[in-house]
């Protein structure tokens, strides 16, 4: 029997890039696990993401049955994803000739982010393949948020309201972003399926903290504060350095900072990490707060166990991986009352929940957890995510998804088509009345 093939699309977000990164973050990583998980359980995977370097080859065997494909979308150098929707057209078309040059017919296209949602619609127009999309992020949500400093074209909401309306499955990472998807895009309950984001128990796990702070050369008599992911203003990295302000003085306290854009000379040219120690030193904690600057994956399980506490307090978040990563260590996480956070962190019991741009109600949680020492909450962490969030419990449902749609739109596999007839091959891939017409033939014989 023929493997079921998956096309992945996520333009801007390659599991092969560094994470931390001012475009790398919890998509890389949702792709990535994702893609090898569902390879565990049978299917092939390819992967096409956006050339962002001459000397990347067309396709790199990123796991077994899992394949990262190059696709031509403009200059083969980095560029913000802000940038990219002009190049999407040459991006389908590049998607479309691999496809045709290595006669392949997939099954399902799973889009991740609206320009390769809008992507994958074409190509679901064009093939008759079922188009499930993970948003990540909704355009009109960041546009509230963001109004001004949203640098994404007008074009971007229309464009999400058409993939809204004609995707056959939109898969939302939690409560807010299902609410989000019917009230601001008016998309179809039953189309929506809720299914978070995950972590891998094999990469995150709870470490002794001696131990790991020993590895990180941080005190063992400080209280530790971590902070992890993208450096950008929207992910509140100053909130949490304006809340040292008022954390009172009975405790030596750390915020380590990781994160930042691209290599180490990049990261300390960034405006943001600039503005950040401003801010530290205008109120007198730039000695108390480190920027260590990104860090390759597998050191990311020593910053987690290192911590008294994991902080993550966005103006908003669609799911948030890093919480889940902490917690899989053993570590309390402090969250933003928004988005994936308030459904992953469970307040009073893996940690706290306070609304953002709040300092002084972050200070107090922090000053709460410091002073009650409490390790159930750690325990009841790791219960939680290896419960709810692993990436093999993700896959599972993320399977079932994808069945009901492949079985509804009874696509045929590599080996039937090859039976159909030879002349009609090039329309099949083109033209959905084509496709109808010869599965009626088909079935019939």
């Given at each position: 029997m023929m493997k079921k093939k998956i096309a992945f699309i996520s333009e801007h977000a390659s599991p092969l890039a560094i994470l931390g990164g001012i475009d790398s973050g919890g998509q890389n990583v949702y792709v990535a696990e994702l893609a090898k998980q569902l390879a565990k359980r049978g299917y092939e995977i390819d992967i096409f993401t956006r050339k962002d370097h001459k000397r990347l080859p067309k396709m790199v065997q990123l796991?077994?049955?899992?394949?990262?494909?190059?696709?031509?979308?403009?200059?083969?150098?980095?560029?913000?994803?802000?940038?990219?929707?002009?190049?999407m057209d040459e991006f389908r078309q590049d998607m479309i000739n691999f496809m045709d040059q290595q006669q392949l017919v997939y099954q399902l296209v799973h889009a991740n982010f609206w320009m390769s949602a809008m992507v994958g619609l074409a190509i679901k127009?064009?093939?008759?393949?079922?188009?499930?999309?993970?948003?990540?992020?909704?355009?009109k949500v960041r546009r509230h948020y963001l109004k001004q400093q949203d640098n994404f074209p007008d074009e971007r909401l229309m464009i999400e309201e058409n993939i809204a309306r004609h995707a056959d499955c939109i898969i939302a990472e939690c409560p807010q972003d299902k609410h989000d998807l019917m009230t601001l895009y008016g998309a179809d309950t039953k189309r929506i399926v809720i299914?978070?984001?995950?972590?891998?128990?094999?990469?995150?796990?709870?470490?002794?903290?001696?131990q790991a702070r020993k590895r990180l050369k941080l005190k063992d008599d400080e209280k530790i504060i971590l902070q992890l992911?993208?450096?950008?203003?929207?992910?509140?990295?100053?909130?949490?350095?304006?809340?040292?302000?008022y954390i009172k003085n009975d405790f030596k306290v750390r915020l380590v900072v990781v994160g930042g854009d691209g290599d180490e000379a990049h990261f300390l040219a960034s405006p943001e990490l600039q503005r950040l120690k401003k801010i530290a030193q205008a109120l007198g904690k730039d000695a108390h707060v480190d920027f260590v600057g990104p860090k390759k994956r597998k050191e990311l399980k020593y910053y987690y166990n290192a911590a008294d506490v994991f902080v993550?307090?966005?103006?908003?978040?669609?799911?948030?991986?890093?919480?889940?990563?902490?917690?899989?260590?053993?570590?309390?996480?402090?969250?933003?009352n928004v988005g994936g956070?308030?459904?992953?962190?469970?307040?009073?019991?893996?940690?706290?929940?306070?609304?953002?741009?709040?300092?002084?109600?972050?200070?107090?949680?922090?000053?709460?957890?410091?002073?009650?020492?409490?390790?159930?909450?750690?325990?009841?962490?790791?219960e939680r995510v290896n419960t709810l969030f692993t990436w093999e419990k993700i896959s599972y449902s993320i399977e079932q998804v994808y069945e009901r749609?492949?079985?509804a739109n009874r696509l045929l596999d590599d080996v039937q088509l090859k039976q159909l007839l030879p002349e009609a091959q090039h329309q099949l891939k083109y033209n959905r009345l084509t496709i109808h017409q010869l599965r009626e033939q088909h079935h019939a014989s």
């Open positions: 796991f077994p049955g899992v394949r990262v494909i190059h696709v031509k979308a403009g200059p083969p150098i980095p560029m913000p994803k802000e940038k990219l929707l002009d190049y127009m064009d093939y008759g393949i079922p188009l499930v999309v993970t948003f990540h992020a909704l355009g299914v978070p984001c995950g972590f891998n128990p094999k990469e995150f796990y709870p470490i002794a903290q001696q992911g993208r450096m950008v203003p929207r992910k509140g990295i100053d909130n949490v350095i304006r809340a040292l302000k993550s307090t966005p103006w908003y978040e669609p799911f948030g991986i890093t919480p889940l990563e902490a917690m899989a260590c053993g570590t309390p996480v402090i969250g933003s956070i308030k459904y992953s962190v469970c307040d009073g019991v893996t940690g706290y929940l306070v609304e953002p741009k709040k300092p002084k109600a972050l200070a107090q949680k922090l000053h709460q957890l410091f002073s009650t020492n409490d390790q159930k909450m750690g325990v009841h962490a790791v749609y492949i079985q």
